[in-house]
């Protein structure tokens, strides 16, 4: 697998974070006027990568201006602190239920670590480090971003995340939604149609806040759509019916093994025949063992998301999902 980063035009250029295995996360650069934007950072082991790139290029570190996770999990924000050490020019953008957790990191450690388990958490993610507060830029929603006269938009999108934002780039109609437009790999690309899946990561889904965002994104009648897992969709129009019928599926699912004894695999399971059944019509080739490479990961975490929004919903006496 190639980790240079692919050429997408437009000086925007996509980078393998190296996170797992080849194509499951990316970061972008974007540059325009002389000036840099990372968009995602990946993990602590991305910076390396992105650090040989720009010494390839020699493009000098106090050209990147902006770094720009969508959200700060740690496949998206984790090489945040690493990486703004080696970028003295930079500011940090986040949201501004992000910022705090930027710079006093020891929440988001333990709570991934609950999430991944402590072996697999320092192996995915190594060191996190603080970010000094003068450097973090709080992203107020519908603020802009001047990139060397190129106009980046930010837009607070709520459903994956409370903490997400996401980002128009007017140059190319496009949106680099982190994790609001859901999972597509190059594996779930066939050759009429491609797979695309919600990410329901624990702990703050919400269907009906995702919801939403679809639609605030889609109200800008974007021409592609940058996905962090993985690379450039095109046909956002088409493609996003997909995640609302999705959507609610799984809360049907959820709902419907609320009450199940050991209710995370049981909705694993679900959550695993509708996905692979989906995935084999657009790749009908695919051996089931295949498909548990590509989806495993993220149908657990999908499941776990899942029970904790059931949990929260009993917890507030949530009115239905609808
Ligand atoms: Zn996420």
Known sequence: MDLNPTDLGNGIFCLDTGYVRPGLAACYLMHQGGQWAIIETGTSNTVPLVLDYLAAEGIAADRINYVMPTHIHLDHAGGAGLL????????????????????????LISASREVYGIDRFDTLYGEIRPIAPERILVAEDDMTLNLGGRVLRIRHGPGHAEHHYCIWDSATEGWFTGDNFGISYREMIGDNDRHLMPSTTPAQFNPEKLLATLDMLMSYRPA??????????????????????????????????ECDRDRIAVIREALTAREFGLLQLVRPTLSAIEAQTILGLDLSLNAQGLDAWLEKRKRYNYAGHR
């Open 84 to 107: 703004m050490e080696k970028l003295p020019s930079a500011q940090l953008v986040v949201h501004p239920r992000g910022a705090d957790h930027m710079a006093n990191p020891e929440r």
């Open 224 to 257: 592609r759509i940058y996905l962090t897992h993985f690379g450039v969709l095109t046909q956002p129009e088409e493609q996003v019916e997909k995640l609302r019928t999705a959507i609610g599926e799984y809360c049907d699912i959820a709902l419907n093994h």
